[in-house]
């Protein structure tokens, strides 16, 4: 049985107001990202059998609670819109698609493996106190596009979360990647970004 199931048992049977997000069930969407037992993990791939006796389950830390375990997801993405998540490609655009070369491909291989669980951002001590800082998510999906041989706008991403509220206010504390359920390091995304930052201001 998995927490998922658990909290599905309750539903149905104890508390039929409980609030909690989920969909896919198969640790693909992110949704069930919860605080089980001190850290956090995703309900629906964590079995109760090896979390001992006792399980707590609250909602993900330092994010706004709208319910029971439903969290505001609006910081969030809030956040991640900051670094312009989506890709700007050159024009004219091509018949099908942009070729991509296997080699290429591979520097993005890890970033797009990033379910938007909050886990991460819902660790990062950074992303507590400062308003401005975008947290790890959205850096290694800002690292994501930059790393992009299609996209066009790298320097302008590189100015967005190279500048001082940005990748430099990270202390490397790494409960990011502690929490990523998908193993994903943030603190690697943004080691890259801070050097390609500080090449593209040797340049100017």
Not at 12 to 25: G, H, N, T, V
Not at 175 to 204: G, V, W
Request: net charge positive.
């Amino acid at each position: 049985m998995t927490v998922l199931d658990a909290l599905f048992q309750v539903l149905e049977k104890q508390d039929r107001l409980l609030a909690f997000r989920y969909s896919c069930r198969s640790a693909v969407c992110g949704s069930c990202a919860t605080f089980i037992n001190g850290k956090q993990r995703l309900a629906c791939n964590t079995q109760i059998i090896k979390l001992g006796r006792e399980v707590t389950i609250g909602p993900l830390p330092h994010i706004p609670v709208i319910r029971d375990l439903a969290v505001d997801l609006r910081p969030y993405f809030t956040k991640m819109h900051m670094v312009k998540p989506y890709f700007e490609a050159k024009e004219p655009y091509p018949e099908k698609e942009f070729i991509q070369s296997p080699k290429d491909r591979e520097a993005i291989d890890v970033a797009i493996d990033c379910i938007d669980c909050m886990s991460c951002f819902s660790a990062c001590p950074m992303g507590w106190t400062d308003p401005k800082y975008p947290g790890p998510a959205a850096f290694v999906e800002a690292a994501r596009f930059i790393a992009d041989t299609r996209d066009t706008a790298k320097a302008e991403r590189l100015a967005l979360v190279g500048c001082e509220d940005g990748v430099w206010r990270c202390h490397t504390v790494f409960n990011c990647a502690e929490a990523c359920p998908k193993s994903i390091d943030p603190a690697h995304f943004i080691q890259y970004i801070k050097r390609k930052a500080t090449r593209a201001s040797l340049k100017r």
